[in-house]
């Protein structure tokens, strides 16, 4: 450039010249500042006392240095190493939280120990709730209460056992009314079953939990027998009668009933269909063999041991749906091999279930012949029991050669008797005695009775 002349404004200094390098601003390594002058030195002693300060606090973050030409990103999390566990401290934190529990619970005893010898919570008044064999004032004498007791020193456990020396009592609910009151409930036994014991005059109840719970003796005023009468007992309490027991049964009141036949009754009891157990009427059990029982229907039904129990009533059932109405006897000591006794009459009466022989049989001898009741060929006697509940006993002998039939009966009789396809029929009814007799065209029937039975017998001779 000439000497003098200014240079213009797009010319360049030279300074500014291309041709001569440009000087770089320097920096700090690490503090991202630009060095000018003594200020940078500042600026990178401040920057390097705050990192120091923020690696104190969070000693487990790593800050990234920032670098020159590098983008100055968020600190991030590094792993670090574990944060010791003083135990020594929890140890004592822990003792001492227990400690303050142990004071509270010891305190809390204190106050409940004064309270429960209190006056204010003495019990003065006693309500019982009494069941139909054991009264409230039995409840409030058996609980034996001592006096000075109050609501909260109490012992149930005491007063649950003396009440429970009534074997009528399966539970008892207590409950405390606060002040002075203690509430006494009782759950009585309920009964399974009538045990008609081997004297024949004394029968026990037997408790649905297999308990013995008290005897009772039977009314026979009205002239029953014994099992009638044990009978009535076990109809009027909703429950089966268990005859024919060994003498080896020997109840204990309060106490389980652990005889092998009575333990048999109980686990057909518990394991029969409400709707089959609903049509039992007794159990005959004179041994483990031979038990068995009696339907409503006046079915006897064999069963023997208590094994298998499912199959047997599967069995008797099918039985009683195939041949309704006509069968007497049904055998499932083998439920795989049942057997059973049925007629062909449609006059088989309804039993009572006081008698477990009691059997329902057709016989002919050139002809045909229906009862209710029973009908032997030839000589034999039997006792039955139809659907009016009355019993007929005695002997009668039937010749079909003759076409005469001769009958002695305690009870009312009527008898049909015919000789060829002609019949006339006697009928008789008497107290100490009488005799009517019935004419047919070849033959004769003749009666003596007593009482009031009833039975129908018709044969045709040959």
Not at 181 to 188: D, Q, R
Request: aromatic share 4%; proline share 4%.
């Amino acid at each position: 450039m000439p000497k003098g002349q200014r240079p213009t404004k797009r010319q360049a200094t030279p300074r500014q010249s291309s041709s001569v390098p440009q000087m770089k601003r320097s920096v700090v390594r690490g503090s991202g500042t630009p060095a000018r002058g003594n200020s940078v030195v500042g600026r990178s002693l401040k920057d390097e006392t705050r990192r120091s300060r923020r690696a104190a606090k969070n000693p487990n973050k790593v800050e990234k240095v920032p670098t020159f030409g590098h983008k100055v990103k968020d600190t991030e999390a590094a792993p670090g190493p574990e944060k010791h566990v003083d135990h020594q401290e929890l140890v004592s934190r822990v003792a001492l939280f227990g400690g303050i529990a142990i004071a509270l619970a010891s305190v809390a005893l204190v106050v409940f120990l004064l309270l429960s010898v209190s006056p204010a919570f003495m019990i003065t008044d006693i309500e019982t709730q009494g069941s139909a064999h054991v009264s409230q004032d039995s409840i409030a004498k058996l609980a034996q209460i001592p006096a000075g007791t109050t609501l909260l020193n109490v012992d149930e456990k005491a007063v649950e056992t003396n009440i429970k020396k009534n074997p009528w009592v399966a539970s008892i609910n207590i409950e405390r009314k606060f002040p002075n009151t203690l509430s006494i409930s009782v759950n009585e036994r309920s009964v399974s079953a009538i045990v008609l014991m081997n004297s024949g005059s004394v029968a026990w109840y037997l408790g649905s939990d297999g308990c013995w719970i008290e005897p009772v003796t039977l009314d026979r005023s009205s002239g029953q027998t014994s099992e009638e009468a044990a009978l009535a007992l076990a109809t009027s309490q909703s429950c089966i009668l268990i005859s024919n027991v060994p003498a080896t049964v020997q109840p204990v009141a309060g106490s389980a009933a652990t005889d092998d036949v009575i333990v048999a009754v109980n686990t057909y009891l518990n394991s029969f269909s409400s709707s089959f157990k609903s049509q039992i009427v007794s159990f005959s059990a004179s041994t483990m063999e031979s038990l068995s029982c009696l339907l409503s229907n006046g079915v006897e039904v064999s069963l023997g041991a208590a094994t298998n129990i499912s199959a047997k009533e599967t069995a008797i059932t099918a039985i009683l749906s195939e041949h309704a109405g006509k069968v007497t006897y049904i055998n499932v000591r083998v439920p795989t091999n049942p057997s059973y006794r049925s007629v062909d009459s449609d006059k088989v009466g309804q039993g009572t279930g006081v008698t477990a022989e009691t059997e329902n049989s057709a016989s002919s001898d050139s002809g045909s012949t229906s009862t209710s009741g029973t009908t032997s060929t030839d000589t034999s006697s039997t006792t039955s029991t139809g659907a009016s509940g009355t019993t007929a006993s005695g002997t009668s002998s039937t010749d079909a050669t003759s076409g005469t039939t001769a009958g002695t009966s305690s009870g009312t009789t009527s008898g049909t008797v015919s000789s060829g396809t002609t019949s006339s029929s006697g009928t008789t009814s008497g107290t100490a005695s009488g005799t009517t007799s019935g004419m047919t065209s070849s033959g004769t029937a003749s009666s003596t009775g007593t009482g009031m039975t009833s039975s129908s017998t018709s044969s045709a001779g040959a």
